[in-house]
């Protein structure tokens, strides 16, 4: 929960990625979340990127609002994935086009609603003398 832990996530998971394949050029680690905001559970993902010299580059998704069916579910202790499968009556949408595919009918996929996040990440070692 909230934007702290889930970029710890994201930054232990490109750290595995780094231990299996020390010899990358670039590792990548993607964590979702979700966090209270006002009265809404907001869902978001955090994208971190790093390289041989441990240079990193890291960006948040766009973030939207979960409904108050699937929000109640979380609150109480259910991961989203199987939040989302009761309240949306399907099976295994974690897999699948997740949260945002399900809200938007897949008019954004869960490809498209992380590749601006990884675009993003990358900012640094596109532009590295702005980011020493």
């Known amino acids: 929960m909230g934007d702290d832990e889930t970029l710890t996530g994201a930054r232990n998971r490109c750290q595995q990625c780094r231990e299996a394949q020390p010899l990358a050029d670039y ?15 907001i869902c978001f993902a955090w994208m971190v990127i790093t390289n041989q010299a441990g240079k990193e580059g890291c960006a948040k998704t766009g973030t939207f609002a979960l409904p108050s069916q699937v929000t109640a579910l979380v609150k109480s202790g259910m991961e989203l994935g ?15 086009g997740g949260a945002v595919g399900l ?16 675009i993003l990440a990358l900012i640094p070692f596109h532009m590295p003398d702005l980011y020493p």
């Open 27 to 41: 590792y990548c680690g993607l964590e979702g979340g979700c966090a209270i905001v006002g009265k809404d559970m």
């Open 103 to 118: 809200l938007t009918s897949n008019a954004v996929n869960r490809t498209q609603y992380y590749e601006q996040a990884l």
């Open 82 to 96: 199987h939040a989302n499968d009761q309240v949306f009556a399907t099976r295994e949408s974690k897999k699948g």
